[in-house]
Structures are given as C-alpha cells and as structure tokens.
C-alpha cells in the first residue's frame, strides 16, 4: 500500500516561496505509468490540482499557476516537491499530494488512487 506525506512549513510570509514535500512509501515514484500531483484546497472552496510530475520525469502545470509554479523530485529519496513562489494570502490552503495513474487535472477526489493526510498552509505576516 503507497502513503504520501507531505512535509513544510505552516506558515509563510506573503511574497515568499512555499516549498513543500511529499515522501512516497510503500512505492517508488518512478514505478510505470503514475502520475504525483499537488492538490490544494483554500478554506471554503473546492479541491484544486496544481500540478504533476510523471514516473518518466515529465511535469504538467496548472494554466492558473504555472507562472508561480516549480514541481520536481529527488528519486534517492522517493520524494516530490511543490515550490509556489510570491505567495499572497489567497494562498492559504491544505496542501495534498496524491497518486493517479492518468494526468487528472481535476479536483475529483475519485479521480486520485492515494492521498496524503494534507497539511495546513498559512499565508500571512
């Protein structure tokens, strides 16, 4: 069974970077043919995916976010990690990680095998 955990600070400054990381057990995030997405969800709102890298290495972005937006991976340490740069306090959210095994750019919670716990970001000064 895969479990995802994400890792990082709960508060950040506006106009700094989050950075954020997701360790992978149970299952190597190079296994064919999964995708590991960052989904966030700000208070009130729905579920929104934000990006994913591929087991091959390749990486999608959100349109709405690409331009703050750096996801990679460290595959000695079977991790991923978010990078959202200039933070504003409309970026304050439960930051998730999850597995798909197609790109899903949806919030549908069906549409990821395996979730992180999530974790609270909070932008503010």
């Known amino acids: 069974q895969v479990q995802l955990q994400e890792s990082g600070p709960g508060l950040v400054k506006p106009s700094q970077t989050l950075s954020l990381t997701c360790t992978v057990s149970g299952g190597s995030i190079t296994t064919n043919y999964y995708y590991w997405n960052w989904i966030r969800q700000p208070p009130g709102k729905g579920l929104e995916w934000m990006g994913a890298?591929?087991?091959?290495?390749?990486?999608y972005y959100s349109p709405s976010l690409k331009s703050r937006t750096s996801i990679s991976r460290d595959t000695s340490k079977n991790q991923f990690t978010l990078r959202l740069a200039s933070v504003t306090p409309e970026d304050t959210a439960v930051y998730y990680c999850?597995?798909?095994?197609?790109?899903?750019?949806?919030?549908?919670?069906?549409?990821?095998?395996?979730w992180g716990q999530g974790t609270q970001v909070t932008v503010s000064s």
């Open positions: 999850a597995r798909s095994y197609a790109l899903k750019t949806t919030g549908w919670v069906r549409d990821y095998d395996d």
């Open positions: 890298i591929h087991y091959s290495g390749s990486i």
